[in-house]
């Protein structure tokens, strides 16, 4: 079976927010995630897709479920950290689902039953967790998932690690994942915990400009009348895409934050009463990220302000019935702290 | 299938609507009860269908195992090793499921089949079990509802591309299409071109209804060009952009249609009929195709045209048409999805705990080789012992859902209702803290309404609170008969509910409508023993400007706990509701 051709990452339009969060969480994990919630027939499963067709690869120990990478310093599984010189390859960096009715067991693994019943013999399988290790994890209708499943995911967000304790197995292994979320907030809210983790929320909503949507209809339509001929013209676009991954990874970590621009960051918190020190250090870390996207060697303060709304928006104080949207309180405070 | 020929009752419409499904499958939702009708439809539209093709029936009640398949317990415990079972979806691909009285999906079920809808394969994580095959399917949501309260499940809604209203009344019209014509409109699909100026007509008919989602746009591009395959053209023009508004457009209006010039032209949509007759105009494709103004505006009139009568009208009473969230069935679904099943342990299956199989399996697995060298004669490929069997275990949450009884009548509103939205307001951010869920029903002239399912989704919420409408009279005996239906439907889920009156407790309309004070003051008496009879817990919050006698033995007789808060202020009537109910 061929795998169905997934609408081009660099042809979606009217989405920026959505494609900058996403890119920013492809060049630096540590951001923490990505949230995009909205309504619907806005493509937001359709970017999560096809992001991950664009992702570099990335190196992996030969057969190792748990993607161990040879850089990694520690946490390596069991196997791989006993071994001496793992042998390693290039392999596409995971994109795991995890689909809605998923069981737990296939989640956090669990004994592999045909082992079991054929030979007698108590051996562990892998889960989602361990398949999603380095790579990505996206859950659509992420506000349907059962509550079990949830806490898991919180468990193992907050740990990087994956503990099993069940049919007399005793396993623990690394499992260090970006969680990208989608859903439509009139499906019910998303528990308050399970915000918290995503490092970065979007709120998507449809184009309302004539034109975009007279131009998404017809790369849409095109795309749906032959997909390959489409993903063939596009891939130029998303390869330079992937070229700008690539080279906003190498250059991430050299990227500095002065300390004007690192204090008007902390301004802009102060002034937005965000909880605790993760907004501000998710602020940073996806400021920086987008300035090695942009090619940029020092954030600056453009930086910090067209990446406030995706990392502050889910983390002010909850005032759910406010009127005035986040968005428009960020917004603001953009403007009022950091524009002067 | 000679009955077909008798093709009364079928509008031309749904004729068209079957011959563009066979074209080109595209989900379908299906509007009306069982019938000679829906009958005809479907083996219409299953005769012009390949004979070959997959045809499944899906109850509402399907589970998301049934959906996506799982582990095949009879063929594991024959075989002795992990046999996978196919799903309905994977069964179906190629073909056609047929979900029947979709308005009752759970929100779950429903999630399962539109991910599988947007990826052509489904991807099972189940029983230990990893699989992903291809899901390539068309659905037919049958949708049975006839109360405003009941919808298909809005993300399943959202994809269905073609509507047929089968209670609708129309000329029959039109020679039923046969299978030869859908072949030949087949071979000529891929090589219809559309232009800019249809996409953006279609664009603006959809705006102009309050559609912003791309998505219907997007379907209504595609029966348009299939519209035109059919119809023997080479390019989409101007009839088959107004079929594809009339039959996808249209039944998802949420707004009456306000063209973008002169809005006040059209007060009153003009019935169905004659639109058809208009757009089937022979002389009305080519000549008008030189303006785009033209042509805008011929598409969204006939959008507006087939808007079916009575749906603005149920727009305009229930804010929530079904609760475009979840449904019924998907509450209740999922209250009982609240307790956290955590896991299996341990116990025996006969007293009344359900058994986990597939945990009992998996305990049995190891000892499979032991146990049969310890006794070589038994054949059995499986051998289970009491100890392995394990049980479902679910820690039970206390999960409550607030129902709030609002008293929206002229003489509260006067003064209070402002406040008593206030207080609902802040309550719901502490039940939205807890995520609890909260529900609302307005009294007013009339009747008592449920203007809010149960939920927790606060934009829903939000948006029911500021549409409320004031004015009338009390009807506050059919408030208290509501409130007791809803917290018996509440509880059946498995859920505590707390019901919070605000109300001045003047009664002045009766059960059956008519404004007699004394008589409602009874009927309302008669209906608060009645509650108590129930035993829920509730707090009756006295709106009046002055605490009076009548609603405080109003809630004596409720055995509800009374609140007189005569100058109070939002967050004192919050403040004082948390320290009654909790």
Redesign the interface.
């Known amino acids: 079976?061929t795998v169905?051709e997934v609408f081009p990452f660099s042809a979606i339009l009217g989405q920026s927010e959505m494609q900058q969060a996403l890119l920013i969480a492809a060049t630096d994990p540590r951001v923490g995630g990505v949230l995009v919630f909205g309504?619907?027939?806005?493509?937001k499963?359709t970017a999560v897709?096809s992001l991950a067709t664009l992702l570099p690869k990335m190196r992996a120990v030969v057969d190792c479920p748990y993607n161990c990478t040879p850089e990694q310093q520690l946490g390596m599984c069991p196997v791989c950290a006993s071994g001496g010189e793992p042998k390693t390859r290039l392999v596409p960096r995971p994109v795991v689902?995890?689909?809605?009715?998923?069981?737990?067991?296939?989640?956090v693994g669990?004994?592999?039953?045909?082992r079991?019943?054929?030979?007698?013999?108590?051996r562990f399988?892998p889960?989602?967790l361990a398949r999603a290790h380095h790579g990505f994890l996206y859950i659509?209708?992420v506000n349907?998932l059962?509550?079990?499943l949830v806490?898991v995911l919180l468990d193992v967000a907050a740990s990087g690690e994956n503990v099993v304790e069940?049919?007399?197995l005793s396993i623990r292994h690394p499992a260090r994942f970006v969680l990208v979320g989608s859903g439509?907030?009139?499906?019910?809210?998303l528990?308050?915990q399970l915000l918290d983790r995503f490092g970065l929320s979007v709120e998507v909503?449809?184009?309302?400009d004539?034109s975009i949507?007279?131009r998404?209809?017809?790369l849409?339509?095109e795309f749906?009348?032959d997909p390959e001929d489409f993903v063939r013209r596009w891939k130029r676009k998303d390869a330079a895409v992937r070229r700008r991954i690539v080279k906003a990874q190498e250059r991430v970590e050299q990227v500095t934050v002065p300390d004007p621009v690192m204090e008007k960051a902390s301004a802009l918190c102060l002034a937005l009463g965000t909880d605790g020190l993760r907004g501000e250090l998710t602020l940073l870390r996806s400021a920086r990220a987008l300035a090695a996207l942009d090619g940029d060697d020092a954030v600056e303060i453009d930086h910090i302000a067209r990446v406030a709304p995706s990392s502050l928006r889910h983390r002010l104080r909850?005032?759910?019935?406010d009127?005035v949207g986040s968005t428009v309180r960020i917004e603001r405070a953009v403007a009022e702290t950091l524009l002067p | 299938m000679t009955w077909l020929q008798d093709r009364q009752g079928l509008t031309s419409d749904a004729l068209l609507a079957a011959a563009l499904f066979a074209v080109q499958p595209v989900p379908v939702l299906l509007r009306g009860g069982a019938g000679p009708q829906r009958e005809q439809w479907l083996a219409l539209v299953q005769s012009l269908l390949p004979a070959d093709t997959p045809w499944r029936k899906v109850p509402a009640s399907v589970s998301p195992g049934q959906l996506l398949g799982g582990l095949d317990l009879a063929a594991t415990l024959q075989s002795g090793r992990a046999v996978a079972e196919r799903g309905i979806l994977a069964a179906a691909d190629g073909g056609v499921i047929l979900v029947s009285m979709a308005e009752r999906l759970n929100a779950l079920a429903s999630g399962v089949m539109t991910s599988a809808m947007d990826c052509g394969e489904v991807i099972v994580e189940r029983d230990g079990l990893a699989r992903r095959s291809p899901a390539r399917f068309s659905l037919i949501a049958l949708d049975e509802s006839c109360q405003p309260d009941e919808s298909v499940p809005s993300a399943l809604d959202e994809r269905l591309v073609l509507r047929v209203d089968l209670a609708a009344t129309g000329a029959p019209s039109g020679p039923l299409p046969d299978v030869n014509q859908v072949r030949r409109a087949q071979r000529r699909l891929a090589g219809i071109s559309v232009s800019d100026d249809i996409i953006e007509a279609l664009n603006l008919a959809a705006t102009s209804l309050g559609i912003g989602s791309m998505r219907p746009v997007l379907a209504a591009v595609a029966s348009a060009r299939a519209a035109a395959a059919w119809l023997g053209k080479k390019q989409v023009d101007q009839e088959c952009a107004t079929i594809a508004a009339r039959l996808v457009l249209a039944p998802r209006a949420l707004v009456a249609p306000q063209p973008p010039e002169a809005p006040e032209e059209n007060q009153e949509a003009p019935p169905p009929q004659s639109a058809d007759a208009e757009s089937r105009d022979p002389d009305s494709d080519g000549k008008s195709m030189d303006a785009d103004k033209e042509l805008d505006e011929v598409v969204i009139a006939a959008a507006q045209a087939a808007i079916p009568p009575d749906l603005l009208n149920q727009l305009q009473n229930t804010p929530q048409r079904g609760g475009r969230g979840e449904s019924r069935f998907g509450s209740s679904y999922r209250s009982r999805m609240r307790g956290r099943p955590v896991g299996a342990r341990r116990g025996n299956p006969a007293d009344g705990s359900r058994l986990h199989v597939i945990q009992t399996l998996r305990a049995a697995a190891p000892w499979q080789r032991l146990r049969k060298s310890a006794n070589p004669n038994l054949r059995r490929r499986i051998e289970i012992r009491g100890s392995d069997f394990r049980v479902h275990h679910y820690r039970q949450k206390s999960q409550t859902t607030t129902i709030f009884v609002v008293d929206a009548s002229g003489s509260a509103a006067a003064n209070r209702l402002a406040e008593a939205k206030g207080a609902v307001e802040l309550m719901l951010a502490d039940c939205y803290v807890r995520r609890d869920r909260v529900a609302m029903i307005a009294f007013r002239g009339k009747i008592a309404e449920l203007v809010l399912p149960p939920t927790s989704s606060l934009v829903r919420v939000k948006r029911s609170l500021a549409r409320m409408p004031a004015g009338g009279g009390t009807p506050l005996a059919s408030s208290i008969d509501a409130a007791c239906g809803l917290a018996e439907a509440v509880r059946r889920d498995g859920v505590t509910p707390t019901v919070v009156l605000m109300t001045d407790g003047r009664a002045n309309v009766t059960r059956d409508g008519t404004g007699h004070p004394q008589q409602a003051a009874e009927e309302a008496l008669d209906a608060a023993g009645r509650f108590r009879g129930l035993g829920h817990s509730a707090v009756v919050i006295d709106v009046s400007p002055r605490p009076r006698p009548v609603a405080e033995s109003l809630a004596a007789t409720m055995g509800a706990r009374y609140l007189p808060l005569p100058f109070a202020d939002a967050s004192a009537i919050s403040d004082a509701v948390r320290s009654g109910v909790h």
């Open positions: 079976m169905a309504e619907r027939g806005t493509g499963s897709r689902d995890l689909p809605l009715g998923a069981t737990e067991d296939r989640v669990a004994l592999d039953i045909e079991a019943l054929a030979h007698g013999e108590k399988e889960g989602l659509d209708e349907l059962e509550d079990h806490d069940r049919e007399g439509n907030p009139e499906e019910g809210e528990r308050p909503a449809s184009p309302r004539l949507r007279v998404i209809v017809k849409r339509d749906d009348r909850r005032d759910p019935l009127d």
